[in-house]
T-cell receptor
Framework: AQSVTQLDSQVPVFEEAPVELRCNYS??????LFWYVQYPNQGLQLLLK??????LVKGINGFEAEFNKSQTSFHLRKPSVHISDTAEYFC????????????FGKGTHLIIQP | DAGVIQSPRHEVTEMGQEVTLRCKPI?????LFWYRQTMMRGLELLIY????????DSGMPEDRFSAKMPNASFSTLKIQPSEPRDSAVYFC?????????????FGPGTRLTVL
């Protein structure tokens, strides 16, 4: 069984400051890792994904994430946030073996303060 | 491409009524997923289909829930009878099943309120 832990339910950050959203996962097999963003009253949009290869993954809107196998982590970072980054961010894991469903973390609400 | 289409976007019904949620996946995608989002439980996978065949429905909470995919371009999630605890946002997602990835594309969701 897989699980995803997002320790921070809410992260307040000042505009133009850096941010890191934490994600840890557990799985008995190799996995694919994803970060999705959800703006208010909208569906989920893929920010970035790790499938294989380089452990540093770059996504849309200036976000990046680093896969750390030894620490089973996939933290999301952005060097300078904008007010428009205010949203809910979800980390998700999928079994590498097949196109099955995603297991999501509980989400982190990123609040950008002016 | 229009993306994943869900209807209705909002549904308000009374306890005991039948509710049907609809989803049209992205053309050419042959995997389809139904998720439910609530404050208490977050995002949960309910059921998914590959090539119109249900593969895993272990996330379906009760027998009151059923899902069908009669063809590659349409799926329904039905709740009969509905209960207030079914109130949630229901998302449909599709996946092209390209080898080596599991990227899913989400619809805008259906917000269900059961009074």
């Amino acid at each position: 069984a897989q699980s995803v832990t997002q320790l921070d339910s809410q992260v307040p950050v000042f505009e133009e400051a850096p941010v890191e959203l934490r994600c840890n996962y557990s799985s008995s097999v190799s996995v694919y890792l994803f970060w999705y963003v959800q703006y208010p009253n909208q569906g989920l949009q893929l920010l970035l994904k790790y499938l294989s290869g380089s452990t540093l993954v770059k996504g849309i809107n200036g976000f990046e994430a680093e896969f750390n196998k030894s620490q089973t982590s996939f933290h999301l970072r952005k060097p300078s946030v904008h007010i428009s980054d205010t949203a809910e961010y979800f980390c998700a894991v999928s079994d590498r073996g097949g196109a099955d469903g995603l297991t999501f973390g509980k989400g982190t609400h990123l609040i950008i303060q002016p | 491409d229009a993306g994943v289409i869900q209807s209705p976007r909002h549904e308000v019904t009374e306890m005991g009524q039948e509710v049907t949620l609809r989803c049209k996946p992205i053309s050419g995608h042959n995997s389809l997923f139904w998720y439910r989002q609530t404050m208490m439980r977050g995002l949960e996978l309910l059921i998914y289909f590959n090539n119109n065949v249900p593969i895993d429905d272990s996330g379906m909470p009760e027998d009151r829930f059923s899902a069908k995919m009669p063809n590659a371009s349409f799926s329904t999630l039905k709740i009969q009878p509905s209960e207030p605890r079914d109130s949630a946002v229901y998302f449909c997602a599709s996946n092209p099943r390209v080898a080596g990835t599991n990227e899913q594309f989400f619809g805008p969701g259906t917000r269900l309120t059961v009074l």
